[in-house]
């Protein structure tokens, strides 16, 4: 009897091991639009009622709202604020689209940052997108198997969730109002041994934000779309077009019956031969 | 058929409309004649501009009129002439419609279309004087057009989308570049560049 307890005490404490050795069981990556634009908000910002004016071809900004804590890596922030770009640069009554470094995002920083942001980068329109990824660490029964060093690296006895949310707000810098919003989500899942785990989960984390990403995009064009129609009725938007709008070489129908009538010109001369 | 014949059998004119029709679904904005892109260096979408289109309804009416109006100019100009004259003509009826108009962004090809009519017109002028009164009354028409397009829009009979204007300038374009293309043949190869036939 004092063998099997002490069996189990020392496979309990071994066991911990992975634990105590290994990651801390949550992390977190966030950055709040809300924290960025209402920094000192205690009650709900007073918007004057007046029309919003829209001039398409819009200049329209992309960024990541600043995080608050454990930060995303630049580049793979770049990385996707690109592939947004692209999705949406062919849109006709979008005049150019520009990726906004966070580095110039001022934490806490407000409208009067945003604005100089827009001024400094000439875009109407940004689009502020906030991101939160939680990664929940946990051991499962396998996790035994690494007091024989070898086990840690090949039993996979971590295993990690990485819920990864990202919400894009669309805001009219000049009259400061929320035009539309659109999110994506992502959940990624998967067990790793103790060696491979940071590795693993990093390359997780990357796959959370890329497939929220592409998931927005979706989202964002049907909110988009939605918006059109909306502003066609709600009149606290206007739209005029800037000079140096779209033009069509459109010949339409009565080009078309000029051309058959050409033909039947060249009949009619034929016939009376 | 053998491949030879069939790259003769299609002129300048056909491979045109059915490079507007094979582009009608092809991303179109990379291919806009777009005036930022153009002053930033991408002159080639002064060429391009003219294949792509808003909708797959005006690509059709476009490619169709460049079809007909392009075989008949063929017909009676010769592919050489008409395939040198599309190709100049594209690149100028694009400088011209950025310099003298506020369009931003401009796609179709029936500023070709116009130019190819106009051809075709003059030949039909040329060889068939009896029809004369009938060809008079279509250079009419397409002014009355061209005139609702630039004074009274809202008149113009369009399936374009909502916020896409018809470029009349670029019409305009199109009938002057194939005018000075048939003065240019005048002057240069033909001291009667087009004598009566009859």
Redesign the interface.
């Known amino acids: 009897m004092f063998r099997l307890l002490l069996c189990t005490i020392v496979s309990f404490v071994l066991c911990g091991c992975a634990t105590w050795l290994g990651a801390p069981s949550q992390y977190r990556h966030a950055g709040s639009a809300v924290d960025y634009l209402y920094p000192d908000a205690k009650e709900a910002p007073n918007l004057a009622p007046d029309v919003t004016h829209l001039r398409p071809p819009v200049r329209v900004g992309i960024a990541f709202a600043p995080g608050a804590g454990g930060e995303v890596s630049e580049p793979m922030k770049m990385a996707l604020l690109e592939r947004v770009k692209a999705s949406f640069a062919p849109l006709p009554y979008i005049g150019a689209i520009e990726v906004i470094p966070s580095n110039y995002l001022r934490p806490r920083g407000g409208f009067e940052n945003l604005e100089q942001v827009s001024r400094l980068f000439n875009v109407e329109v940004v689009a502020l997108v906030s991101y939160d990824q939680v990664q929940f660490n946990d051991t499962n029964g396998f996790a035994l198997l690494y007091w024989t060093i070898v086990g840690a690296y090949v039993i996979h006895g971590d295993k990690y969730d990485v819920q990864t949310l990202l919400d894009t707000v669309v805001v009219d810098v000049a009259s400061r109002k929320l035009l539309f919003r659109a999110p994506g989500t992502s959940l990624v899942k998967g067990t790793s041994s103790m060696a491979e785990f940071s590795e693993r989960t990093r390359a997780a984390q990357t796959q959370g934000f890329v497939e929220a990403t592409d998931r927005m995009i979706p989202e964002l064009k049907t909110q988009l779309d939605g918006f059109r129609a909306r502003i066609k009725t709600d009149a606290g938007f206007r739209v005029e077009n800037k000079p140096g709008y779209s033009g069509a070489g459109d010949i339409g129908l009565f080009g078309v019956l000029g051309a058959l009538m050409l033909l039947g010109v060249l009949n009619a001369a034929r016939r009376s031969r | 058929m053998p491949r030879a014949a069939l790259v003769e059998r299609f002129g300048p004119s056909a491979l045109l409309a059915l490079a507007c029709l094979a582009l009608m679904t092809c991303?179109?904005?990379?291919f806009?004649l777009r005036?930022?892109a153009v002053i930033s260096g991408e002159w080639w979408r002064l060429w391009s501009g003219?294949l792509v289109?808003?909708s797959s309804l005006?690509a059709v009416?476009?490619a169709?009129?460049v079809a007909?109006?392009g075989t008949?100019a063929e017909r009676a100009f010769g592919r050489a002439f008409v395939a040198a004259t599309l190709l100049a003509g594209a690149g100028a009826i694009g400088i011209i419609?950025l310099a003298t108009?506020?369009?931003?962004?401009?796609?179709?090809?029936?500023?070709?279309?116009?130019l190819l009519?106009v051809l075709?017109?003059a030949s039909?002028w040329r060889?068939?004087p009896?029809?004369r009164g009938?060809?008079a009354a279509?250079a009419v028409?397409?002014s009355l057009?061209t005139l609702a397009d630039a004074f009274v829009p809202a008149l113009?009979?369009?399936?374009?989308?909502s916020?896409?204007?018809?470029?009349w300038?670029?019409?305009v374009a199109g009938a002057f570049a194939a005018l000075l293309a048939l003065l240019l043949r005048a002057v240069l190869r033909d001291p009667d560049p087009m004598p009566d036939r009859a």
């Not at chain 2, 991303?27 to 990379?30: C, D, I, N, S």
């Not at chain 2, 506020?102 to 279309?113: K, P």
């Not at chain 2, 113009?156 to 989308?161: A, G, I, R």
């Open positions: 991303a179109p904005g990379a806009a005036r930022e003219h289109h808003w005006q009416l476009d169709s009129v007909i109006c008949l419609c108009s506020s369009i931003g962004e401009y796609r179709g090809a029936s500023a070709l279309g116009v009519g075709a017109g039909l060889d068939h009896a029809q009938w060809l279509l028409a397409m057009k113009t009979l369009t399936q374009l989308p916020d896409v204007r018809v470029a300038q670029a019409h």
